[in-house]
């Protein structure tokens, strides 16, 4: 606990890949009360420990925030090596248990019957509340680190969210990021994904649909949507709303957008220095008409529902 908070701010930011996560968490952690490492999972298994770089620069294993964290963490009895977060919510037991524990059966009521049965599963709770402790940990340990009381985390894990607000003492918040579908597709086209584009735009539409869900589990002030689009095209306007979301004062906010020193792992994004925010629309000179139509299919109502025409 730092700044002497009763609880700590954790603030997710929900949203598919390719949808401006990365550089939004790292425009917020400019704010002196607000820390981020990116994502909170850690290093992805492709990724080479040893020379793997923390956004600082300096390699992951000999960066002195990554070795400062892992002193907090011993601190809060928990070992931690950054090469190794060990913060995923990946849970053992059959494949088709696994499916089961983090699937959305869309209907809230039937979440909730499953939610049920499994916290009934005696090895499946102390497996649930081990990674909650190890998760509070590590978002302390960081907090305690860099001074600050909120935490912004951009991972895409699907039962971190419930199970900290099941097990955990945080105090939770989540923003539902939005972009175009058109936008998402085109950028996972461009990076050669081994999918097509009505497909894409299918799982854009099936993964915000589960995130509008998950959300709807806390209160209205805890949750808040965010688009893409608005955020480039005003970033002080989107990130002073973003500051009283999260507790914390807009006028705190230093003039320059990007923090002096940051610590993040997570996409390339995280490396680069942007002078300037701009607002990515070149779906419009890559994407067919045939892809564009596909697209519409694919992403059905949900595109609409959430404005994008």
């Known amino acids: 606990m730092t700044n002497g908070a009763a609880q700590p701010v954790f603030v997710s930011i929900q949203t598919t890949a390719f949808s401006g996560a990365t550089l939004l968490a790292t425009l ?38 990554w070795q400062a964290v892992g002193s907090e963490m011993l601190r809060r009895g928990q070992n931690f090596d950054a090469a190794d977060f060990s913060t995923q919510f990946a849970l053992g037991g059959p494949r088709v248990v696994q499916h089961l524990r983090k699937r959305s059966f869309g209907h809230p009521r039937l979440n909730a019957l499953r939610d049920a049965l499994f916290a009934a599963w005696p090895a499946e709770v102390r497996r649930i509340k081990q990674l909650v402790a190890r998760n509070q940990a590590l978002i302390e340990s960081v907090l305690a680190v860099t001074g600050k009381r909120v935490f912004v985390d951009t991972s895409k894990d699907r039962l971190r969210l419930p199970m900290l607000r099941r097990y955990s003492s945080l105090d939770l918040r989540a923003v539902h990021l939005l972009r175009d579908v058109r936008g998402v597709v085109a950028s996972r086209l461009r990076r050669g994904a081994a999918i097509d584009a009505r497909e894409a735009a299918r799982q854009w539409a099936t993964l915000h649909e589960r995130i509008r869900r998950t959300l709807s589990a806390l209160p209205p002030d805890k ?56 607002l990515d629309e070149r779906w419009r000179s890559i994407l067919s008409e045939d892809q564009l139509a596909a697209i519409r299919w694919g992403a059905g109502s949900t595109s609409l529902r959430y404005g994008y025409r």
């Open 223 to 278: 949750r808040l949507q965010i688009g893409y689009e608005a955020f480039c095209s005003d970033v002080r306007s989107t990130l002073a709303q973003l500051d009283r979301f999260c507790g914390v004062d807009p006028a705190r906010r230093p003039v320059d957008l990007w923090p002096e020193s940051h610590h993040i792992v997570g996409n390339e994004m995280r490396l680069k220095q942007i002078s300037e925010i701009r």
């Open 28 to 65: 917020l952690a400019a704010h002196p009360e607000i820390a981020t490492i990116g994502e909170m999972n850690g290093l992805i298994a492709r990724e080479d420990p040893e020379s793997y770089l923390c956004s600082c620069g300096q390699r992951i294993k000999l960066c002195a925030f």
